[in-house]
Structures are given as C-alpha cells and as structure tokens.
C-alpha cells in the first residue's frame, strides 16, 4: 500500500524561504507524476507543482519563479523548494501521486485532483507579513 507523509511545513516571515519533502513508500515511485496542491483556509485545494516521469515540472502560475520541485527517484522521495514566500502562500500542502502513467504527461493531466490516487496527510505552512 502506497503511502505518502510530508515534513518540513512551518510558520516563516514574507520573504522568507521554505523546502517540504514527501516520502513515498510503495513500489513504482518513479512510474508516477508526483504533485503538490495545497488548500487556504476558506478556499478549495488548489494544484501548485508536479514533475512526471520524464523530468518535465509544471507550476502553477501564482508560484511560478519562486517555487521549484523536484524527486529523487532511488530515495522515493519529492520536494518543493519554496522562495521568496507570501502571505497568499498560507495553507496546508499537499503530496499526492497518481497511479503508472505515460512517461510524458500535460499540464492539464497533472492539475487535475482527480488523477491522484495517493495523497499525504498535509503539512502546514504560515507566512506572517
């Protein structure tokens, strides 16, 4: 069974710099596109990043430039580098991982809640202005 726990959330002043790391157990972490999606309070989750099997990384534009993702296939790990954070970025995040997919996928299919078949329980993140 596939499991996934997120660390590295926090509280953190605008501006300021934060990286969270999903662990996946289970087999097969390198056939599936690993995404983070985070929800604001009141609002409803939303996609912020993922990165496929072919390596391509996808953002969402609130977050483009600022964060970065990446996976580390041999430690079945994923990370979101987060800079020059924003009170907008308060929320809890996300780790989530689809079933096998095509080694290429889309912009559309990576942003899409419904293709995860995994998610993390979440990590908190709190930007203070």
């Known amino acids: 069974q596939v499991q996934l726990v997120e660390s590295g959330g926090g509280l953190v002043q605008d501006g300021d710099s934060l990286t969270l790391s999903c662990a996946a157990s289970g087999r097969r972490f390198s056939e599936a596109v690993m995404g983070w999606f985070r929800q604001a309070p009141g609002k409803d989750r939303e996609f912020v990043a993922a990165i496929d099997r072919s390596g391509q990384l996808y953002y969402a534009d609130s977050v483009k430039g600022r964060f970065t993702i990446s996976r580390d296939n041999a430690k079945n790990t994923v990370s979101l580098q987060m800079n020059s954070l924003k009170s907008d970025d308060t929320a809890i995040y996300y780790c989530?991982?689809?079933?096998?997919?095509?080694?290429?996928?889309?912009?559309?299919?990576?942003?899409?809640?419904?293709?995860?078949?995994?998610w993390g329980q979440g990590t908190q993140v709190t930007v203070s202005s």
């Open positions: 989530a991982r689809t079933p096998r997919t095509a080694y290429y996928a889309t912009m559309d299919y990576v942003a899409s809640q419904k293709v995860y078949e995994t």
